[in-house]
């Protein structure tokens, strides 16, 4: 059998990535991060599509190059298709097309969100079927019962914000700079987690809502700001460790409800706030005191990367799920 090698897009949000995959192994995973949105405290979807625009041509270059791969040698193109900004998807779509319809190879669609979750067969040890894979990055929040590759159903999701979206505003509530979430864990590092506490709205059954605690933690600072002005200076890495424990105790309640109502002892994180240390930390935790098979992705398998997409992508191939020519970007994208 001929080398499957394919090469792998990812444009949904403010990170340009390439990837390169030979016969489910990466060869090459480059990531292009915009820096342009710092000075504006969050993702300007325009600017992200022209970066994109900027950083696509010498991204693929250089994945060749790391892969020592030509781009004859490839059986197909695979890129995300949704979900994410338009504009951002719209740039990798076109690239990936052009290039599949130049080369005469067939096109793979990728869901962002399916692939953070396929991140977890890049490398071993990879979960067992059917296992519960807590998604949380700066869009979603979503408790998936992964029953097969394609085969994903949502059991539980935020009714609001997304978990990535609490740290973020959090952040810059602190003023901590933009990217918040990965500064506010960094700062937490040298803090107290039980310091303060900040009530939080329950959902029902497994759904989240991280609103609630938002304005509470908003109004705490407000309240201790008129008492001390320097509070927050003086506290940060209490302040920080408090809210990202309330945080992360959010998430595990209803992953530790699922896992019990599904009978399920394989589970796992994805997606960008996955990275976060002390969701890391409470995790291993769980599993020595539930007896759980965990499985937490490498840092550059958590945040965004198209060696996810090229992974799904394998998969895609394997089980001859190919896209179309005549495919837009789908900026809201279902799981199931
Ligand atoms: O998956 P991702 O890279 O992009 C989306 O698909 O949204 O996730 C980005 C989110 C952002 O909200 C970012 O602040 C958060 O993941 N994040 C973190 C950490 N690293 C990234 N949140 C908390 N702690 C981290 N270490
Ligand atoms: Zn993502």
Redesign the pocket.
Known sequence: MSDRILLAIET??D?TGVAIIKNGNILANVISTQTVHEQYGGVVPELASRDHQRNIVPAVTQAFKLANIEKNQLSAVAYTRGP?LLGSLLVGASFAKALALGLQVPIIEVN?MEA?ILAHFIDEPRPLFPFLCLT?????TQIVLVKDFFEMEVVGATQDD?V??A??KA?KMLEIPY????L??KIALAGDHTKYSFPEVDMQGLNYSFSGIKTSFLYFLRDQKKINPDFITENLPDICASM?ACLVEILLKKLRRAAKEFGIKEVAIA???S???W?RLKLQEEAVKYRWNIYIPAFEY???NAAMIAIAAHYKFVHGKFGSQKASPLPRWSLE
């Open positions: 949904s949000c990170d994410g962002h953070h949380v990055s700066g869009g979603h997304a990535g979206e740290f973020d952040a990217p918040g979430g990965p506010l864990d990202q997606g960008g706030v990275a976060n240390s969701l958590c945040t965004d």
